[in-house]
């Protein structure tokens, strides 16, 4: 097993505390970018039953791209809770996280600040937080978007963005 790099460990951490005690034992969740299952196994330890991890490498459940979700298999408005920690820096994937929640589903995320990307990039350099796996080519701030609602939002040391945001119903069809 690869060794985790210091602040990757406090960050998951604080990620264990900050988003995934809030997950329901109820809950069905999607990890996007499940990298080695970590969330997923702590999930499972808290009781959380359902939980499916898409990667495009093993040891996820679905080996595959999130924005091809319609052809392995997953269903639209499908999921309580979407979780992609480091992961809208590298696939622009906002409207397939909305397409797969339920109405008022959250999507639990957290990015890099753009401001702050070269900060974080040299601590990866300096081996003390984990290295990315792909360029961060859609570096962007989170503020609210026609379909999501922020719930809530912390930027630790103002070097990342962590957010819980809320999926707004689909607009009503004339």
């Given amino acids: 097993m690869q060794r985790v790099p210091i602040l990757s460990r406090f960050s998951r951490k604080l990620k264990e505390w900050y988003f995934l005690n809030t997950v329901s034992t109820d809950d069905l969740v999607l990890e996007i970018g499940c990298g080695d299952g970590w969330a997923g196994r702590y999930l499972r330890h808290r009781g959380v039953g359902r939980v499916v991890g898409i990667d495009a490498n093993p040891p996820a459940t679905i080996v595959g791209d999130i924005r091809e979700w319609r052809s392995l298999g997953l269903t639209a408005e499908s999921f309580d809770v979407i979780v992609a920690f480091e992961v809208l820096e590298h696939v622009n994937c906002m409207g397939d996280c909305f397409a797969l929640l339920k109405p008022g589903g959250r999507l639990l995320v957290t990015s890099p600040r753009p ?57 009503a069809i004339p």
């Fill in 115 to 171: 401001s702050a990307d070269r900060i974080l990039h040299k601590l990866e350099q300096w081996k003390l937080n984990q290295s990315r796996t792909s360029p961060h080519i859609y570096l962007t701030y989170f503020k609210e978007t026609p379909h999501f609602e922020i719930a809530r939002m912390w930027r630790p040391l103002w070097l990342s963005q962590w957010c819980i945001f809320r999926r707004r119903p689909s607009p």
